[in-house]
């Protein structure tokens, strides 16, 4: 038995072309599987589907889908400001990438936060840089992502 040369892009593509050209024989909505089951096929990928009016996956399209694209896009846009504030105020010549400690204000007694210290700014601000970089890969194509669900993000 000889394989195809189309492989599964092939099929896909020749099945919108066929419910494309069904389609247009058989508005969409009244086709009947028996005499056009391509058109039938194709409506089942997404092609002509009504809207998901399911309570649960409204939920959680509404309470977490949205807030996590909010989150990530702010994530991406604080990643971002430190990435230039770190250049902009010049930081790679005032500290060095070592475990000197940084003063803060907490004073002698501390507050319980952890040390600050060049490396962790340094650690920092590496990954702040790959952030901004990973997001703007591919002409921004995962901030595109965050950014098509974000109600309240900020960059």
Same mark, same amino acid.
């Given at each position: 038995?000889?394989r ?5 892009m092939?099929l896909?593509?020749? %099945?919108?072309?066929?419910?494309m050209c069904?389609g247009?024989w058989?508005?969409?909505g009244?086709?009947d ?7 039938? %096929?194709v409506?089942?990928?997404g092609? =002509? *589907?009504a809207?998901?009016?399911?309570a649960?996956?409204?939920a959680?399209?509404? #309470? ?6 909010d989150?990530?896009? +702010?994530?991406?846009g ?11 105020l ?6 060095? #990438? #070592?475990? +000197?400690?940084? =003063?803060?204000?907490?004073?002698a007694?501390?507050?319980?936060r952890?040390? =600050? ?5 340094? #650690?920092?601000? %590496?990954?702040?840089e ?6 703007? %890969?591919?002409g921004?194509?995962?901030? *595109? *992502?965050?950014?098509s ?7």
């Amino acid at each position: 038995m000889q394989r195809s040369s189309f492989g599964w892009m092939g099929l896909v593509a020749m %099945a919108l072309v066929a419910g494309m050209c069904i389609g247009s024989w058989f508005p969409v909505g009244s086709v009947d599987a028996s005499t056009a089951p391509v058109a039938v %096929a194709v409506q089942s990928v997404g092609l =002509a *589907q009504a809207p998901i009016d399911d309570a649960e996956v409204i939920a959680y399209s509404d #309470d977490y889908a949205r807030r996590y694209a909010d989150a990530g896009e +702010t994530f991406y846009g604080e990643s971002k400001r430190f990435y230039l504030r770190w250049w902009a105020l010049g930081m790679s010549g005032k500290i060095s #990438d #070592d475990a +000197t400690e940084i =003063a803060d204000t907490s004073g002698a007694s501390g507050d319980g936060r952890p040390q =600050a210290t060049c490396e962790k700014l340094y #650690d920092l601000y %590496a990954l702040a840089e790959a952030i901004v970089t990973d997001y703007e %890969a591919g002409g921004n194509a995962k901030l *595109q *992502q965050f950014i098509s669900m974000s109600v309240n993000g900020e960059i």
